[in-house]
């Protein structure tokens, strides 16, 4: 239903336009506070990139801090990652990730995102604790917010936004009534915009996922998606569909297509009921960093990896660069 609201084609979303209009008359006070020096944001030593979205739901974040992360390394740049950790609740903030980092205590993108890069990674509801946390613990040449678009506490050098390229901006309103955080007219002020999927227009930086084999949870095997039989799906993402339509790309026979909510935390009486002995489980890596610890043998997860072309993401990444230099 939600979906049918932001997209316009409910008409739902009248009834929900004064209480867009609030959030938005919130925000720009928030954001104008900030632009006029009633507040100020807390500066950082070392440069900060924001990756965020304009919209509420998965647009890929999680994939382009990974691939930035991992491309910095490759050219001899440190990246941290802070994050708000939503979904987890720690017993303090900041809390700096470690192998023993439960998805309960952080949240399950910074669980994700530390065990793929090894990179470290704090999380707090006030990020400037957590990149104090950071730099205090590790010698960090670039701090990487994961989300924090409009956490304007927190100064930034660079902005990087994600768009869903198939659903792009809705019906354009605030939500609840739309999608929107803030209008797309923020874009003329930020650095870069990726598009995943879709097509990218003109000054958009296009974008796809790229699945992977698919692995076990249990014995890390890894197999083509096409090659398991008797496949379930479930994904606890934004945008669940663009998960199932990824593996019957992958040539997938979905028995079954199972959408959590986006952050959704899990247990074995959560996962187990979902299939029979004689069915595969499928599902994301984020879900996946919340199930190892339960997993059967026949649960498995399909990683993704971020895929650019042309020279803007090597542009984009020389102008990170020239942050640190």
């Known amino acids: 239903m939600i979906a049918r609201i932001w997209s316009g084609e409910s008409p739902l ?15 720009g006070i928030i ?7 009633i507040k100020r944001p807390w500066r950082a030593p070392v440069p900060v990139v924001v990756v965020g979205n304009l919209t509420a739901g998965g647009n890929g974040k999680t994939p382009v801090v990974i691939w930035l992360v991992e491309q910095l390394a490759q050219r001899g740049i440190q990246a941290g990652v802070v994050s708000r950790g939503y979904g987890g609740k720690a017993e303090s903030y900041p809390l700096l990730l470690t192998s023993q980092t439960t998805t ?23 990020r400037s604790e957590a990149v104090q946390a950071l730099l205090a613990a590790h010698p960090v040449d670039i701090v990487i917010t994961d989300d924090g678009l409009q956490h304007y506490a927190l100064a930034r050098d660079k902005e990087i936004v994600l768009i869903d390229g198939v659903r792009r ?5 605030w939500l609840p009534a739309g999608p929107m955080r803030e209008r797309a007219s923020r874009l003329r002020t930020v650095d870069a915009v990726i598009v995943n999927g879709g097509e990218a227009q003109p000054g958009e930086i296009p974008m796809r996922l790229i699945p992977s084999q698919a692995v076990n949870l249990l014995t890390g095997e890894k197999r083509e998606v096409s090659q398991l039989p ?10 669940p569909p663009r998960f199932f339509a990824t593996l019957e ?3 997938a026979h979905l028995e ?11 247990s074995i009486v959560d996962v187990d009921p979902l299939v029979t002995v004689n069915q595969n489980l499928i599902m994301t890596e984020k879900d996946a960093v919340k199930c190892r610890a339960f997993a059967k043998s026949n649960w498995w997860y399909l990683p993704v990896d971020a895929e650019f072309s042309g020279e ?14």
């Open 230 to 239: 008797a496949l379930v799906a479930m994904a606890g993402i934004g945008h």
């Open 104 to 126: 309960e205590q952080a949240g399950d993108e910074p669980v994700l995102i530390f065990q793929r890069t090894g990179a470290p990674v704090a999380v707090s509801p006030n």
């Open 312 to 325: 803007k993401p090597e542009l984009l990444l020389q102008e990170l660069m020239s942050l640190v230099r």
């Open 169 to 173: 901006f809705g019906n354009g309103w």
């Open 249 to 251: 790309q992958c040539g």
């Open 256 to 266: 079954a297509r199972i959408p959590l909510a986006d952050h959704q935390a899990l």
């Open 31 to 37: 954001r104008l506070c900030y632009r006029i020096g």
């Open 13 to 27: 979303w009248l009834l929900l336009l004064p209480l867009s209009w609030l959030y938005g008359l919130v925000s």
